[in-house]
């Protein structure tokens, strides 16, 4: 494979669909039925090269595969597959990633229905100016609803369905008419082959053998290996190292030109010397106009890392630098707790970013972490007329020196049965939620919420779909800022203040959440050998109490010759789990505590 | 000076691993079988008390204990081809402890007649409960008047009696407790075993335990409570709590256990049996091949079992975790030369202050509430 493809032989799409709609599987289906990959490399998930993704089936890097295809009418086509995340932390990600395509995939399972967040990214295709083509997945199952789920996509989405492709990704049926269908549909990439090269920078990523790959598309010209390249964002020049397509594994290639997507190496140092959405063009010859590039991502969730054992604070700093290099939409700052000792105040880009940044760097790079509850940005505006933004609750000044806080408010449109209207209404409003629209489509509400993100950071996400037995599809978008009662919640256990649990609440929910929390903590810390009080208090006022009793009895009934070895291990083991606990003067907190505490049971 | 086992004495454990059937709270290295070859077995457990008998022979040996399994499934022949092959090897005490753990029920104890006569001079009865209902849900093959026919038949032919029972079971109140307690001890001779039910992972109690279909078991306060007036009950009746679970009337206490609490050494003979051998100087933890197939396959080679050195400090942790389970606690100076270092006084002055400790005349002992939170008070002094 060293030559390039011309344009009306290529077709470049994604797949949009819902987590669990089945869009993994479908790609999988695809690399195998075109013998992209032997049968014997085959593996689930093929583009989900992660531990991470693999376990939970989810995308959360962009990734690519070519794959040829000869069509029925008789010619070899290229088909660029660019799979995409699909939680709305990652919307980002997407966006840029539909730009470097002309057509999408909509995956939906014909046994559920339109979700939000298939809406979400959808109406991001649609703003692409994709050609789309849906596609109804899991037909073989008998709860199957062909029918109703076209009507629904035509009502809801608003394209025609009347073509959808019915297919099982399971059973590899109607795979074939899949790609048929990519062929005939979607649109060819344009460009000229002549002009001076133009590349949209898709991703990147670090991979420790080769340094930092880039993801390309090619939108005008022809880039070789070898070629002396330049950034126009960044202003950087590199001479291509090598130059593949994914086919998934590297495959190294001589030229792409328009309309081809590839990757490259450059000795390019940090992932950070590499903008998404940047334009690369050739040193010599570089083209006139950049590409519009996009706005980059913004944190809106904070949270505390700390190492469980003080002494790997420099290893964390090591991992948490190395995963930055990979991620630019990844902060973090030094922080100092009174309780946890060193380590770094990280944004994210959401919860699950958050969870996936935790796991690899405990997993990755075998650091235990503590993880404080997540907050949001609040801006503080100071009696001085100063606007400070406050990551940390812990870091809350004094209310004298405040003149009103503003918190950052969200967008949420929440796709639910009719069955569970009532309850998710009920949870939007316990949230201080602001009814924004109520329509029905196909047979579903679509509810739309004005919410605060600190309401919605947290747990909302799990208590909608448990509410909802996971039938409701939930997608958010951020609006702006807002002024409210904001309080600052600290927790004392054992008489000590724990300033890794203070958080900052609404002043009329303060007493419920101080509550639910002491409840929570009553539960979660486990049980001395003396009586501990656990109590909520804003400033100096206690609101709520709780006290956990001594525990009396902790003794292994039977301990024999045989079971010498067996016991022994067990404390042993019991001993470093209280290690990885942390102290409040005589009492130990477990890390999970400090997740655990904040989430809301009603 | 004396090797420091002599401190402990000398027992040796017999494990057969078989059993009617296996019950849902046992963790212990039991197998169901239709067919047991007696002969096949009664020729491997030879084989092995030779083997360990060449290695320490001449010691004074205060204990044998059959254990399993159910070692009242063994033909009593069987029992006395092996206590006539340690007797090859190893001088008894006078007062030689000869145990073997039977099931009571009516089958089993027509055994008892021939498994005196062959030498044993004690029985531990697995009751476990005096009510119907739980046997039945402890997965007891025997029923209440079995247990106590066997009791009583158990009694004509040993000097020395005790039987097991097991409390905190699902669904009993402290009432319940009492009250079975209570005909316990009216039925018992000089011991009783009366073990809080524990729930262990890969056991069918513990599988059901995971998925939350365990029900009605005591929470702690009640299991405390249940502890607390297991203690009183046994005293009342003049029984002894010389260990957390083991009480003994007039002295009558386990010589064989005290071997282990003792810390002293002990050979293990049978599939999965764990040993502890001081051997050139050098104490050995030991274990058996735990399959029963494999274990009468590699018997009489190498291959039967792995042994690995313990340091000091591993030494001297196992001596805490055992010894504090006696009412005569531990002594520091033998702590210390185990360990190569003393106990850290630091916390054993925190663990008196706080009325879980007491130390006196070079031993450092468990107060009642210090007893009740054993596992505390290990885990604070284990290095």
């Known amino acids: 494979m060293s030559r390039m493809t011309d344009l009306k032989h290529i077709r470049n799409f994604s797949i949009v669909a819902h987590i669990d709609h089945g869009k993994s599987t479908l790609a999988d289906r695809l690399i195998q039925l075109t013998g992209t990959v032997a049968e014997r490399d085959m593996k689930e998930q093929m583009l989900d090269a992660m531990d991470i993704e693999r376990e939970r089936g989810i995308t959360i890097k962009a990734n690519s595969v070519r794959i040829e295809y000869p069509a029925q009418d008789g010619e070899t086509y290229v088909l660029n597959l660019i799979d995409t995340p699909g939680h709305v932390d990652f919307a980002y990600e997407v966006s840029r990633s539909m730009q470097a395509v002309e057509g999408s995939l909509l995956v939906v399972d014909s046994t559920q229905g339109v979700e939000a967040q298939t809406l979400a990214n959808v109406y991001q295709a649609i703003d692409a100016d994709h050609e789309i083509v849906p596609v109804l997945n899991k037909i073989d199952l008998p709860a199957s609803e062909p029918e109703r789920v076209k009507e629904q996509i035509e009502d809801v989405i608003g394209i025609d369905a009347s073509e959808a492709v019915e297919i099982s990704a399971k059973t590899g049926l109607g795979i074939p008419e899949v790609l048929e269908a990519i062929v005939q549909r979607l649109p060819a990439p344009q460009g000229t082959r002549d002009a001076p090269l133009k590349a949209m920078l898709v991703d990147s990523w670090y991979d420790i053998y080769l340094g930092v790959v880039v993801l390309i ?8 290996k070898g070629d002396q390249i330049k950034m126009m964002k960044t202003g950087a020049t590199y001479k291509l190292d090598r130059l593949s397509v994914l086919r998934p594994a590297m495959k190294d290639i001589a030229e792409l030109g328009p309309g081809e997507i590839g990757v490259f190496t450059a000795s390019i140092k940090q992932v950070r010397d590499t903008k998404v959405g940047d334009t690369i063009t050739h040193d010599k010859k570089p083209c006139d106009k950049a590409l519009p590039g996009f706005k980059p991502s913004v944190p809106v969730v904070f949270c505390g890392l700390f190492p469980v054992d003080s002494a790997e604070f420099e290893d964390l700093r090591d991992a948490i630098e190395k995963l930055a290099l990979n991620d630019a939409s990844f902060s973090y700052e030094m922080e100092t707790s009174a309780a946890l000792g060193f380590g770094f105040r990280c944004g994210f880009l959401g919860l699950l970013h958050l969870e996936v940044i935790r796991d690899r760097i405990e997993r990755e790079y075998d650091i235990e972490l503590i993880t404080t509850a997540p907050s949001v940005v609040y801006h503080l505006y100071m009696k001085d007329g100063e606007m400070k933004e406050l990551h940390n609750p812990a870091d809350m000044p004094d209310l004298t020196y405040v003149d009103h806080v503003e918190e950052p408010r969200i967008k949420a449109t929440i796709l639910v049965p009719d069955d569970y209207l009532g309850d998710v209404l009920k949870l939007c409003q316990e949230r201080r939620g602001i009814q924004l629209d109520l329509t029905y489509v196909g047979g579903r509400a679509m509810v739309v919420y004005d919410l605060p993100l600190n309401e919605v950071v947290f747990d909302f996400y799990d208590r909608l779909k448990s509410i909802t037995k996971g039938y409701a599809s939930f ?64 400033g100096g006022k206690v609101i709520a109490r709780e006290t956990l009793s001594a525990l009396r009895k902790d003794v292994t009934a039977k301990c024999y010759g045989g079971d010498a070895t067996r016991k022994k291990k067990l404390l042993e083991k019991q001993k470093a789990g209280k290690k990885k606990m942390r102290q409040f003067g005589k009492v130990d907190i477990p890390q999970e505590a400090f997740i655990s505490a904040l989430k809301m049971d009603s | ?79 006395a081809a092996i206590l006539g092959e340690i007797g090859q090897y190893w001088p008894r005490a006078n007062d030689i402890e000869i145990t073997l753990e039977a099931n009571p029920s009516s089958v089993e104890a027509r055994r008892f007649a021939g498994y005196a006569e062959a030498g044993v001079n004690r029985v531990s009865l697995g009751v476990q409960a005096l009510r119907d209902d739980d046997l039945k849900a402890l997965g007891r093959l025997h029923d209440v008047p079995q247990a106590r026919a066997a009791l009583d038949v158990a009694k004509a032919h040993f000097g020395r009696v005790s039987f097991d029972l097991i409390y905190a079971r699902q669904h009993q109140t402290l009432d319940d407790w009492r009250g079975e307690l209570s005909e316990a001890l009216d039925m018992a001779a000089d011991h009783l075993s009366l073990y809080q039910l524990t729930i262990e992972p ?63 050494d002990y050979a293990g003979i049978g599939p999965g049996a764990h040993g502890r051998l001081t051997i050139e100087g050098q104490k050995r933890a030991t274990v058996a091949t735990a399959a029963p197939g494999l274990w009468l396959r590699d018997v009489g080679g190498d291959g039967a079992e792995s042994r690995s050195a313990l340091s000091g400090p591993e030494q001297a942790a196992e001596y805490l975790m055992m010894g504090l389970r006696i009412n005569e606690g531990i002594s520091v100076s033998r702590y210390r030369a185990l360990a190569g270092f003393g106990l850290d006084e630091g916390k054993v002055g925190a663990l008196c202050d706080d009325g879980l400790l007491e130390f006196a005349d070079d031993r450092v002992r468990t107060t009642q509430r210090g007893r009740m939170m054993l596992n505390a008070v290990i885990r604070e002094l284990m290095v």
């Not at chain 1, 598309?217 to 070789?224: L, T």
């Not at chain 2, 067919?35 to 360990?52: G, H, N």
Request: aromatic letters at 10%; a negative charge.
């Open chain 1, 217 to 224: 598309r090619v939108m005008d010209g022809v880039i070789r």
């Open chain 2, 1 to 79: 000076m004396k090797a420091d086992w002599h401190a402990g004495g000398f027992g040796l454990y017999i494990h057969w691993p078989f059993c009617a059937a296996k019950c849902p709270y046992c963790d212990f290295n039991s197998h169901v079988s239709a067919q047991i070859d007696q002969a096949a077995w009664r020729e491997a457990y030879l084989r092995e008390i030779a083997r360990l008998g060449r290695e320490t022979e001449g010691r004074v040996l205060s204990s044998v204990y059959f254990g399993g399994g159910t070692p009242s499934l063994m033909e009593p022949e069987t029992v």
């Open chain 2, 202 to 264: 890969g056991t069918a109690f513990g599988d059901r335990y995971a998925v939350g279909k365990l029900r009605g078991l005591p929470d702690d306060d009640l299991g405390a409570d249940m502890y607390e007036l297991t203690q009183e009950m046994t005293r009342n009746a003049g029984f002894e709590a010389y260990e957390v679970s083991n009480h003994a009337m007039n002295g009558s206490v386990s010589r064989h256990n005290l071997v282990y609490w003792r810390y002293g």
């Open chain 1, 475 to 538: 997608d958010y978008q951020m609006t702006g800022y807002r002024q409210d009662n904001l309080v600052k919640m600290s927790v004392l256990v054992n008489d000590e203040p724990v300033d890794a649990l203070s958080m900052m609440v609404h002043r009329d929910r303060a007493e419920m959440r101080g509550r639910a929390m002491c409840e929570k903590l009553k539960d979660l810390i486990p049980r001395h050998m003396f009586k501990i009080p656990i109590q909520a208090a804003i």
